[in-house]
């Protein structure tokens, strides 16, 4: 099974593969200071403790190690500043990708770049079709990276219980196709 690489480098930043034994206390602080700045869109932060944070970081190394989730920290000078993974979409030919910042790295283009660094990388296992980005259509925040990477609408649906209190409930589904440059790839060249 093809697996993407471990470490991304992103010119003053790189994506970084979680690891449970040596990244708790980073981790731990990372969700923590971010709390309130993640809130009214992530429902899973109020489940936040070190012991969800443990099986967190514990089902970032199960999920990468069986191809569903491949998870990284953001890490701009040695800090981890936000997180991004990419994990299996419902067809098995795509995967789909989600990203957060700690609330003072945002507004730098650092989630931006770290998604196309993680979509370019998606793209190079072989079985990656497509891409997706899902947000409620409130997160406009969510919204700009697909818009400035070139993803392209495809559906608005229902969201997936629960709903984050600032959400509508409707999630929009962005989707970019495997550039041509990543064909070989696809085809094990």
Avoid at 45 to 69: I, P, Q
Avoid at 101 to 112: E, N, V, W
Avoid at 145 to 150: A, D, K, N, Q, S
């Amino acid at each position: 099974m093809a697996q993407p690489r471990q470490i991304i480098e992103c010119g003053d930043f790189v994506l970084r593969r979680w690891r449970a034994r040596d990244d708790f206390a980073a981790a731990f602080t990372l969700i923590d200071e971010s709390v309130d700045h993640l809130r009214p869109w992530e429902h899973w932060v109020t489940r936040h403790s070190e012991e969800y944070t443990r099986k967190l970081l514990e089902r970032f190394e199960t999920g990468w190690a069986n191809g569903d989730v491949y998870n990284y920290a953001i890490v701009r000078d040695g800090t981890p500043v936000g997180m991004c993974q990419t994990y299996r979409a419902p067809e098995p030919q795509g995967r789909r990708l989600g990203y957060w910042l700690h609330p003072a790295a945002t507004g730098k283009g650092i989630a931006t770049r770290a998604t196309a660094a993680l979509v370019e990388e998606t793209f190079r296992l072989p079985e990656s079709e497509y891409v997706e980005i899902t947000h409620d259509v409130a997160n406009t925040a969510s919204e700009a990276i697909p818009r400035r990477l070139g993803f392209t609408e495809i559906r608005r649906e229902p969201g997936t219980p629960p709903v984050a209190p600032s959400g509508t409930g409707i999630d929009v589904v962005w989707r970019l196709d495997r550039p041509g440059e990543f064909a070989e790839d696809a085809v094990g060249g």
